[in-house]
């Protein structure tokens, strides 16, 4: 293991005359993919390398702040918009992140759009003298992968979830799993093969992205991409699921460089509160606002950046919040308060808890929220950057997965970690479905209350939240787990090509 400081090994790098390893990162487009990538590409260039961040023109324009910030501090990160072209696919041309989709037929299509990225994409990498030294592109991008080996460059896959959720999924897919819950029975549980604690699915929640009807092709595309790529970067850190990321790296493999929580690299959370589709509202109000509670009272409610809520759902939301007589701060979506029966809805329940309740429509500053002394607590979806972000704050969570990975998330924070209380969902709503409302106020209640109340359990989960918290920090720091796989991962591109892990 080197112990030279990061910068050192640029100048080591520039003073034999080799420049530093460029590395090209190609986020799937949507937040949950695009701010840990991001992420990643800021802290390869703060650490010494060079980086780039490809997507679409929307999501360039919308990353604007962090360009910006990065440019101020000089750092050799550059975010290029390839040319791309949504109606090719039947789709409006703002329609160029997920969070910009109206509903769920237009999700393959949005796949079949962004697949058209390939050509651009290879234009742009061939132009780039000297060729990059790696690509890092997201597991759902699998048309990179040609790309890459046509022009010989290695090629690591980006993993957005945990290694624990990555361990299921690939044990899943290698025993055939999929297969046998397919031709089953909906109620019957099934334990997942080959992971060192017992896991329990049902159809409901079995593991697996892209498992919906028309993504086949898709799926497998991306589960090829992966076969073929040199390694994976994943967003956890060791002292969270160490036994699951030896347990996966041995599944996979290939190198496994865990170098999260990437969070705690967001230093500028003016910039990333203007990376969702609307601008983050009036940062100072909220801030000012949590400033008047009690420390670790307020209980943070949020549900990603694409899951949307219909009006029933909403108000039982809202109602078990009020309920609940506990401080809370709850981002309600631009699409889901549209009617005037909601606005209206809204404003009553803002007037009935003014002073212990805050409504805040569109996209809110998360990290704000979430370092902020005053939050005790978050209700989340699940998805893994905002539990990711929860624990490496210290937050305890209640757990209300909608789809995808975040029902074997919540079985990780609850049954692993012992961070969480479940809502008590055991059905998947699929990103934009009007579904009969699987929540209803006295779930949020009885939630709210374990994990915000006292006793020797609420205790010992916020114990260990604030443990993993610290955990996390230290992962980050120069010699903690994190920190020194990326310096690895620098070093293992000096000279381009993949070396020993
Ligand atoms: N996020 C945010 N403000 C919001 C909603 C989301 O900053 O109002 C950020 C959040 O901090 C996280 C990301 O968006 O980094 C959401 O990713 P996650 O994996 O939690 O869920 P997804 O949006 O992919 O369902």
């Known amino acids: 293991m080197s112990t030279m400081a990061p910068t050192e090994h640029a100048l080591a790098a520039a003073t034999t005359a080799t420049p530093p390893p460029h590395f090209v990162t190609v986020p799937l487009a949507a937040q949950g993919h695009i701010i840990p990538l991001v992420g990643l590409a800021r802290l390869l260039a703060e650490r010494g390398a060079r980086a780039s961040v490809v ?24 975010f290029v918009g390839l040319p791309f072209q ?10 160029q992140n997920f969070d910009m989709l109206d509903d769920n037929s237009q999700f393959n299509p949005f796949f079949d759009a962004l697949r058209e990225l390939a050509g651009p994409f290879d234009a742009y990498v061939r132009a780039l003298a000297p060729r990059p030294s790696c690509i890092i592109s997201d597991w759902c991008n699998p048309w990179t992968a040609g790309v890459a080996s046509g022009l010989g460059i290695p090629r690591l896959f980006f ?32 334990v997942v093969p080959g992971v060192p604690v017992p896991v329990k699915v049902t159809k409901a929640t ?58 705690l690299v967001n230093r500028d959370l003016e910039a990333t509160a203007s990376l969702g589709k609307t601008v983050a509202v009036n940062q100072q109000a909220i801030t000012a606002w949590l400033d008047e509670q009690a420390p670790d009272s307020v209980m943070y409610v949020s549900f990603g950046s694409i899951a949307r809520k219909f009006s029933k759902q909403l108000f039982e939301v809202g109602h078990g919040l009020k309920d609940s007589g506990n401080p809370f701060l709850w981002v309600v979506k631009e699409s889901e308060a549209t009617s005037p029966e909601v606005q209206q809805w809204l404003h009553a329940l ?4 003014a002073g212990r309740g805050l409504v805040v429509r569109g996209w809110a500053p998360q990290l704000t929220v979430l370092s902020h002394r005053a939050v005790g ?59 009969p409302v699987p929540v209803v106020r006295g779930d949020i209640l009885r939630a709210v209350s374990a994990l915000m109340g006292g006793g020797e359990e609420a205790d010992e989960r916020r114990r260990k939240a604030k443990e993993y918290g610290e955990k996390a920090r230290r992962a980050m720091e120069k010699g903690g787990s994190s920190y020194e796989n990326l310096t690895r991962l620098i070093e293992s591109f000096v000279q381009s090509g993949v070396k020993e892990h």
Not at 86 to 95: H, T
Not at 172 to 187: K, V, W
């Open 159 to 190: 993993y957005g979830p945990s290694c624990f959720f990555s361990l299921c999924d690939l044990k899943a897919t290698e025993h055939g799993l999929h297969e046998r819950i397919a031709a089953g029975d909906d109620r019957e549980q099934y």
């Open 206 to 263: 079995a593991p697996g992205f892209l498992t919906h009807p028309g993504c086949e092709m898709f799926r497998y595309e991306s589960i090829e991409a992966m076969r073929t790529a040199d390694g994976v970067v994943v967003n956890t850190f060791l002292d969270l699921e160490a036994q699951f990321v030896a347990c996966y790296e041995t599944a996979l493999g290939k190198p496994v460089w865990t170098v999260g929580p990437l969070s």
């Open 86 to 95: 949504p109606p090719d696919a039947g789709l409006p041309l703002d329609c």
């Open 377 to 435: 607590g978050f209700v989340t979806h699940c998805g893994w950057n905002s539990l990711l972000e929860a624990i490496a704050h210290g937050v305890p969570v209640v757990t209300w997965p909608h789809f995808e990975d975040q029902f074997l998330n919540e079985r990780l924070a609850v049954d692993v970690l012992g961070v969480g209380v479940p809502i008590g969902v055991t059905a998947p709503v699929f990103i934009l479905d009007d579904e």
């Open 55 to 78: 997507t679409t023109p929307l999501n360039v324009a919308r990353l604007r702040g962090v360009a910006e910030q990065a440019a101020r501090a000089g750092l050799p990160l550059e």
């Open 350 to 353: 803002e007037e009935c808890t």
